[in-house]
């Protein structure tokens, strides 16, 4: 009788080959039994992991790419979208000790993140409100920062400028779905207010 | 049984999403991230065996994806698809780093692995496992990864690698005779630690 080859045993453990000869033959089994517990070992390497947000980052940064060569956004509106991202990995507990600034940091991040954030979305609403429409595309990126944005708010704790996102996002949707240049879209706009907040906003960061 | 439905659910989950995409709703490219990305990090991590690597190639893997969805087919499942675009990155970042010193010419060469002595010294069974991966040349490393961890056949990783079913299996045969000699002594060790 023909005994297995170690490829043949390894094949086996991967199923790839029938096992019949090792339920047979002792010897092969041993082999065989050797061969597995050098395998089963092989899971005992212990990998990093990543936390539940990884994936929301890595999609942002997709978007980031993406709207960039789709040449929809600029540079600093990109930047802005990046800035959240890091923001949001940042507010991950790190199995590593993190240093005792980050608390600053954090919030500095996402003042200039929002900051752009803000003018950007002012822009387009003016655009808007001027009839001088912006792009559904636009509006569509805006909408899912400004999502991003209210959660990383949210989770910091800054109630402020939560309030505000949560405005723009009811308009953001309304102008998403409106027809663009619709006279009553206009009129909702500005009854919301949010251009008043965002104006008032950046007069107060003394950027206008 | 309730592994299979379970899994044949998260597929036409998958394939939904994929579709959804296509037709032009990008966002529902998302899910497939958030699914997706946690393992495919993994696999690019056992491959790279650095974190930084991984993460880029992550990143890169789904930007690839997300621009090729069209040329996706229902044929392997989507967790296959991208695993099989990870260890392709994977294996060019760690061409282009020149990182790995050994390669299928030197497949003897290994003789001048740390012997038990020195490997007695790191400790950690990570440390083991990981100096005993470096042994393996780029391929041998990438075939082991999707064969053993990610679960493919030798068949479909020959497809995805772009290399013959023969050679497939030889570097699968390769790296763990290579694994045996370096792990060989070990072996027992870890099963204290893993039970
Ligand atoms: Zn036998």
Redesign the pocket.
Known sequence: ?H??TDEDLVLIYYGESPRA?VEE?A??RARFQQLQRLLNSMDAAPVPDRDASYGARIWANVRVVEAKRAGRIGWAWAGAIAAAALFAAMLQPKPSTEPVAMEDVRSRVLEAALDSHFESTRIALTEIVNDDAASIDTVDDLLADNRLFRQSAHAAGEVESEQLLEDLEEVLVEVAHAPTGSPELRQRIEKKGVLFALRVRAAKEGSL | MAVTSLNRGMEETDLAAIGRVITGDRDAFALLVERHSRSVFRLAFRITGSEADADEVVQETFLRAFRQIHRYESRASFATWISTIAANLALDTLRKRKRWVATDEHIDKTDAAPGPARLAESRRIGDVIETAMNQLSLQERTAFALRHYEGLSIEAIARELGLSENATKQSVFRAVAKLRRVLGPWVGVFLLCII
């Open positions: 009788m005994h297995l000869h033959c010897e092969c």
